[in-house]
């Protein structure tokens, strides 16, 4: 018999989405982050024509809240796939979307064969990396940055033992390590390299990256994970 998979997500995650997972894995959530708008003004906001760059979800949903009486229907978006793409499509339409990529260094080397002439504005949190924008200033682009949301480290301390612990950013990461250890056993999943990278320098440790930029697809990577283990076992 299959032994029943702990999971750790520290992410809120929506109880529908491992519905389907449930009988080979018992899922705790406990987010290590909490994000809050930012305090901007709608004056920096009203622009008729901008290409909007999103490397996260949580400045998407600030936007979408801070922009309730701007004009935003001229808005082009750039974005990472995945979640920040899902919900770039649901605030301003798919056909706003002309550039997508699987992380920052892609979308700022995408960002730098765009035309001159139309207004970049990054909307950012207050802990973002230094990724696109040193990419941005090295082209040359005229960008600016407004920062749209602010997280803050929820930490707490992680008495129970799991077999895989799922990391959605770089504040959670740092969070969740700052007063938590994980055994050698503990298989340490990310939504993707960046992720990966800040796990990499606090643990030494490798990690498996989900095979896409989405809730789903990590789900389906760590369900897909360790039944490939638990097949190997079984031959074995």
Known sequence: MATRKIILCTR?????LIAGLEA???IDVVPFIRTELA???ADQLDHASVLAIFTSRHAIEAVEQLIKGVNAKGWKVAC??????????RVFGAEAIILTAHDAKELGNKLAGVEPG?????????????TLPMILNRNGRDW???VVYRTTATPARIDKQYDGILFFSPSAVKSFFSMNQVPASTVLFCIGATTAKIVGQVTGRDVVISNGHSVEEMLKTVA?????QQVGNDCS
């Open 144 to 146: 600016q940055e407004i």
């Open 80 to 89: 990472l796939d995945g979640a920040t793409k899902t919900s770039a499509e």
């Open 224 to 228: 897909g994970y360790f039944n490939e």
């Open 118 to 130: 139309m207004k970049f504005i990054f909307f950012s949190g207050d802990q973002r990396l230094d």
């Open 39 to 41: 305090d901007v003004s």
């Open 12 to 16: 809120e995650l929506d109880r529908e």
């Open 24 to 26: 080979g894995m018992e």
